[in-house]
């Protein structure tokens, strides 16, 4: 499967952004997706999960109460909605799939990744 990230850019913080996540190859429902992060000079860590179905969503601390993930398998495609943004969370944002059934906070746990979308938070 093929993911293709967008939606990041440069916002003040309290603003908001929504990145996308368009997947291609396969069928898009029968795998779990989920959002990553990566900072200049730290790894890469989770942010948010979504089951297939979308009936189980699972978020980092860091980002409860402010991001929400959601998916739309009619459009193979993947959300995150993120407001009162901080600048700690400026980062490249990785979208990622697996076909396991259980959504994983590891990078190991998804087989494909998108390209990353920048997200610049400034204070």
């Known amino acids: 499967v093929q993911l293709q990230a967008s939606g990041g850019g440069l916002v003040q913080a309290g603003g908001s952004l929504r990145l996308s996540c368009v997947a291609s190859?396969?069928?898009?429902?029968?795998?779990?997706m989920g959002w990553f992060r990566q900072a200049p000079g730290k790894e890469r860590e989770f942010v948010a999960g979504?089951?297939?179905?979308?009936?189980?969503?699972y978020y980092a601390d860091s980002v409860k109460g402010r991001f929400s993930i959601s998916r739309d398998n009619a459009k193979n495609t993947v959300y995150l909605q993120m407001n009162s943004l901080l600048p700690e969370d400026t980062a490249v944002y990785y979208c990622?799939?697996?076909?396991?059934?259980?959504?994983?906070?590891?990078?190991?746990?998804?087989?494909?990744w998108g390209r990353g979308t920048l997200v610049t938070v400034s204070s």
């Open positions: 990622a799939s697996d076909t396991s059934p259980l959504v994983s906070a590891r990078v190991v746990g998804y087989d494909y």
């Open positions: 190859g396969r069928t898009f429902s029968m795998y779990i």
């Open positions: 979504i089951s297939w179905s979308a009936g189980k969503t």
